[in-house]
């Protein structure tokens, strides 16, 4: 069984900060690559940032310069800097991991249950 669960989340004033973290924990043989998406009501889930293993990073266009995905490899965990947090960046956050599960031989997808992150004016 692998779980991930995400924690950090909640309610901050527009301008503030956050940081959500996420670990993964099971029977994990690898981890790939590590994303935090986000789903805004009525909208569809997009993708927010990507870290590799190897520690490469992406951004979506929308949190460039605000956030920072970073990952501890030894305790697989992925983290979420969120600095000068807007309203539309409220949203349930999720964590998602492409992994490996000990004594498979495929990576898969795995998703945390999400936390809420709102951000008022």
């Known amino acids: 069984q692998v779980q991930l669960v995400e924690s950090g989340g909640g309610l901050v004033q527009a301008g503030g900060s956050l940081r959500l973290s996420c670990a993964a924990s099971?029977?994990?043989?690898?981890?790939?690559?590590m994303n935090w998406y986000r789903q805004a009501p009525g909208k569809q889930r997009e993708l927010v940032a990507t870290?590799?293993?190897?520690?490469?990073?992406n951004y979506a266009d929308s949190v460039k310069g605000r956030f920072t995905i970073s990952r501890d490899n030894a305790k697989n965990t992925v983290l979420l800097q969120m600095n000068s947090l807007k309203p539309e960046d409220t949203a349930v956050y999720y964590c998602?991991?492409?992994?490996?599960?000990?004594?498979?031989?495929?990576?898969?997808?795995?998703w945390g249950q999400g936390t809420q992150v709102t951000v008022s004016s």
């Open positions: 998602n991991a492409d992994l490996r599960r000990s004594g498979n031989t495929r990576y898969l997808a795995y």
């Open positions: 099971g029977s994990i043989f690898s981890i790939n690559t």
């Open positions: 870290i590799t293993s190897g520690g490469s990073t």
